[in-house]
T-cell receptor, first 116, second 114 residues
Framework: AQKITQTQPGMFVQEKEAVTLDCTYDTSDPSYGLFWYKQPSSGEMIFLIY??????QNATEGRYSLNFQKARKSANLVISASQLGDSAMYFC?????????????FGKGTSLLVTP | DGGITQSPKYLFRKEGQNVTLSCEQN?????MYWYRQDPGQGLRLIYYSQIVNDFQKGDIAEGYSVSREKKESFPLTVTSAQKNPTAFYLC?????????????FGDGTRLSIL
């Protein structure tokens, strides 16, 4: 069963606007971590932001913030003041307790295009 | 600067041939991982290793093999048994046992069939 679901295959946003990328997850483990990565067309995976299941506050890192709704099992990424360089694939991933040596389960990603 | 180096960037495989993808890290991480990415898809785990001389199969290990003789190195061999090897391969590493630490990734290797 898919553990991470990203329902938006593609999104458009105008430069300087905010955009929300959706992520829902499925786990019965009370201890888990959620990560967002950015993958430009060159292929490297760039870590953006982390949210732990026990964290009381929503995570923020510069223009990135995470809208974490634990009861709904969602961890949406919010990018404020979009820039042209934000155009990329965005992946949500989850790490549960030491299954698979703390490997990550990835969603299928959302392609974001920022337009002038 | 510390990081993960994958080589080569592009690789072509002939039918019946084994090929090896290199992954080296100087981040002093214990854990290393190999993922496969197909077009329009997320990453799927092939193999992982938490310590030297130990490694475990991931979700799609068939047709692949690995070794972990040094902490810094985790090469992946795509064997002739892997019938659909064309994909983008990413190597990652992280501190062992620290669930809140992100994985760091290399730049990837694109493998194609000749």
């Amino acid at each position: 069963a898919q553990k991470i679901t990203q329902t938006q295959p593609g999104m458009f946003v105008q430069e300087k606007e905010a955009v929300t990328l959706d992520c829902t997850y499925d786990t019965s483990d009370p201890s888990y971590g959620l990560f967002w990565y950015k993958q430009p067309s060159s292929g490297e995976m760039i870590f953006l932001i982390y949210q732990g299941s026990y964290d009381q506050q929503n995570a923020t890192e510069g223009r990135y913030s995470l809208n974490f709704q634990k009861a709904r099992k969602s961890a949406n990424l919010v990018i404020s003041a979009s820039q042209l360089g934000d155009s990329a694939m965005y992946f949500c991933a989850m790490r549960e307790r030491p299954n698979s040596g703390y490997a990550l389960n990835f969603g299928k990603g959302t392609s974001l295009l920022v337009t002038p | 600067d510390g990081g993960i180096t994958q080589s080569p960037k592009y690789l072509f495989r002939k039918e019946g041939q084994n090929v090896t993808l290199s992954c080296e890290q100087n981040l002093n991480h214990d854990a290393m991982y190999w993922y496969r990415q197909d077009p329009g898809q997320g990453l799927r785990l092939i193999y992982y290793s938490q310590i030297v001389n130990d490694f475990q199969k991931g979700d799609i290990a068939e047709g692949y093999s690995v070794s972990r003789e040094k902490k810094e190195s985790f090469p992946l061999t795509v064997t002739s048994a892997q019938k659909n090897p064309t994909a983008f391969y990413l190597c990652a590493s992280s501190y062992r046992g620290r669930s809140n630490q992100p994985q760091h990734f290399g730049d990837g290797t694109r493998l194609s069939i000749l």
